[in-house]
């Protein structure tokens, strides 16, 4: 093998060092894209997510707040409202007379 045989076979060898050098930087290049469009992915699917929990949340506490509206309402209107009716208030009133006449007799 004569000198610029082998300095041309060395010249090759570096070269081919050279551009293997460029590939595993292309590809460490890519593969940093890759992992931060991986990144950026996680967070936006992280965004949606947490968007979505606040949207549930909103939701389930107005309608938390308009069932408890309609209960206080509901437990205010009963409150108001006699318990019995005119016919029942009636109907235990005569019951209430009967059984006070029974009890007590003539005694009174």
Request: with cysteine; charged share 35%.
């Amino acid at each position: 093998m004569t000198d610029t045989s082998a300095i041309s076979a060395i010249n090759k060898v570096l070269q081919a060092e050279n551009d293997i050098r460029e590939k595993i930087e292309l590809c460490r290049q890519q593969a940093e894209e890759i992992v931060e469009n991986g990144r950026y992915q996680a967070r936006r699917i992280s965004n949606r997510v947490d968007d979505r929990i606040s949207i549930v949340h909103a939701r389930t506490t107005l309608n938390i707040d308009r069932r408890l509206a309609e209960l206080k309402q509901e437990m205010a209107s009963l409150a108001r409202e006699p318990v019995l009716d005119k016919k029942e208030n009636d109907e235990l009133s005569v019951a209430i007379e009967t059984l006070v006449d029974e009890l007590v007799g003539d005694s009174l």
